[in-house]
């Protein structure tokens, strides 16, 4: 039994610390002598091409996009009342940033809940609005290639 992931060429994925991509398919390259087969996936926003072996695929975090039921959770989150702790930003800062890169869409609508200021609140640093802006892109791009549409 393997416990590979299975991509198709034209599959959206998602790597935890990039987002969204395009898996190409998978190549066979050699590297320092040893051949390895490599999924290729190409994140458009980014314009960077991300070549992972099949072999660390699943540990890497790759997945195939959300379900829908996973997503409807997410958007859940976003409708609750934010949860700031009143901690140091830099400390709020790290847990932010490792749960956008953590990939799950629940973590990441989290932040977008908890950092989201309306025109009545006080305005956001610049490292916030970054972390939300990040948050919200990642967000929306998982949202958009579920549903089929552009972000």
């Known amino acids: 039994m393997t416990s590979e992931l299975v991509f198709e060429a034209g599959d959206y994925v998602v790597y935890p610390t990039h987002g969204v991509g395009k898996a190409l398919g998978v190549e066979s390259q050699e590297i320092s002598g040893i051949k390895l087969d490599v999924i290729v996936i190409k994140f458009d926003k ?3 091409t991300l070549r ?3 072999q660390k695929a699943k540990n ?14 997410a958007l859940q989150t976003l409708r609750g009342k934010a ?11 790290q847990e932010y940033e490792a749960k956008i890169n953590s990939g799950d869409p629940v973590s ?3 932040v977008v809940r908890d950092l989201y200021r ?3 609140q ?5 490292s916030e609005r970054q972390i939300y802006q990040a948050a919200f892109d990642r ?3 998982e949202y958009a290639a579920i549903e089929g549409i552009d972000d």
Do not use: F, Y
């Not at 890497?60 to 959770?73: P, Q």
């Open 46 to 48: 980014d314009r960077m």
């Open 52 to 54: 992972v072996p099949v």
């Open 60 to 73: 890497s975090g790759l997945r195939k996009l959300s379900s829908n039921k996973m997503m409807e959770t």
């Open 83 to 93: 949860k700031v702790k009143r901690t140091m930003w830099s400390r709020r800062a």
């Open 108 to 110: 990441i609508a989290e």
């Open 118 to 120: 309306n025109d009545s």
């Open 122 to 126: 006080a305005e956001q640093s610049v």
């Open 139 to 141: 967000l929306i791009r």
